[in-house]
């Protein structure tokens, strides 16, 4: 599971969430596919949110089920020393 990542990656993730497909892509492209498909889970395509959970991203689920609201999600974040993802997911 990882959680560090360097700042290019951070704001090009951003950038993807925004819907920049091409920066999404260059995510999945070059190690961070994990990012990358982030951004289809984020609007609900099951197939990225399977990914997500088989290839060890359960905390990057934990924000998009945190975002919809919920409040267990959150719980998990935060008991597992990920609370800044959790606010990531309220904000």
């Known amino acids: 599971m990882r959680t560090n990542y360097p700042a290019k990656v951070l704001l090009a993730w951003g950038e993807a969430i925004s819907g920049h497909a091409e920066l999404r892509d260059w995510?999945?492209?070059?190690?961070?596919?994990?990012?990358?498909?982030?951004?289809f889970?984020?609007?609900?395509?099951?197939?990225?949110?399977?990914?997500?959970?088989?290839?060890?991203h359960p905390h990057l689920m934990a924000i998009i089920t945190g975002i919809e609201g919920?409040?267990?999600?959150?719980?998990?974040?935060e008991r597992n020393g990920m609370s800044v993802l959790k606010h990531v997911a309220l904000t």
């Open 70 to 77: 919920d409040t267990k999600a959150l719980e998990w974040l």
């Open 41 to 56: 889970a984020l609007r609900n395509k099951p197939e990225a949110r399977e990914w997500l959970m088989k290839n060890g």
């Open 27 to 39: 995510l999945m492209k070059n190690g961070y596919p994990e990012l990358g498909l982030f951004t």
